[in-house]
């Protein structure tokens, strides 16, 4: 059974899209988060919802936690992440049948003075080291240390979020994100992404958009 799935929060009790296939659910007022699990003895995959009753229980990832502290439209797509994939990127498009330029990865860069920088730009691109230095004010940036990204962020690598993160970093956007209605961004861990507007991204990330990413 293919485990792509996606959540949205509702205002009410209205009937939400397949999670899963051959299963309809419908989320309560009260819903904050889902998680899915499968069990090991019988072949099904069942959500847990949050409800108000239990206000400690968190969401999967502190993306979402802090989206759903925001109350910010956001939309979450799940998929079964495969570790030898060549583009944690791409998987993510090809598996949730996306358009690969409104899938967007999210990388650490270093300027001269060791500042780190947060920069989301389209998977099917990389990103243009002198066009984020000049966004940011900077001489010159390279790709951040893996260790030190993690560290920083709180993430592992592939599942970097610009969402939620350890420590605020300042943030830069493509600006092609722009063109689109919504735009998927990693959601905090490999497998989930989460689906919202660049200006909501923009805003809880206080991220600029700059020209910063390159075919």
């Not at 993306?63 to 993510?92: C, F, N, Q, T, V």
């Not at 243009?128 to 709180?154: F, H, I, N, V």
Request: hydrophobic share 40%.
């Amino acid at each position: 059974m293919s485990k792509v799935g996606t959540e949205r929060s509702w205002s009410g009790y209205e009937p939400a899209q397949p999670l899963y296939t051959g299963i309809l659910w419908l989320l309560p007022k009260s819903h904050q988060c889902c998680r899915w699990r499968e069990s090991r003895h019988v072949h099904f995959t069942w959500l847990k919802v949050a409800g108000s009753r239990k206000p400690k229980e968190r969401c999967m990832t502190p993306a979402l936690d802090l989206l759903k502290k925001l109350r910010a439209e956001h939309r979450i797509h799940s998929y079964e992440h495969d570790p030898k994939a060549a583009s944690y990127g791409l998987e993510a498009a090809e598996k949730l049948g996306l358009e690969p330029a409104r899938v967007f990865k999210t990388l650490l860069a270093s300027t001269e003075k060791g500042e780190l920088l947060v920069a989301v730009v389209p998977v099917v691109g990389t990103l243009d080291l002198k066009a984020l230095a000049q966004a940011a004010g900077a001489k010159k940036t390279e790709m951040a240390d893996p260790a030190a990204a993690q560290r920083s962020t709180g993430y592992l690598l592939g599942g970097i979020s610009p969402l939620g993160q350890k420590k605020r970093l300042r943030t830069f956007i493509d600006d092609t994100a722009q063109g689109f209605e919504s735009i998927h961004v990693s959601a905090g861990r490999r497998g989930l992404e989460v689906e919202l507007s660049a200006a909501v991204l923009a805003e809880h990330t206080q991220a600029r958009f700059a020209a910063i990413g390159r075919e």
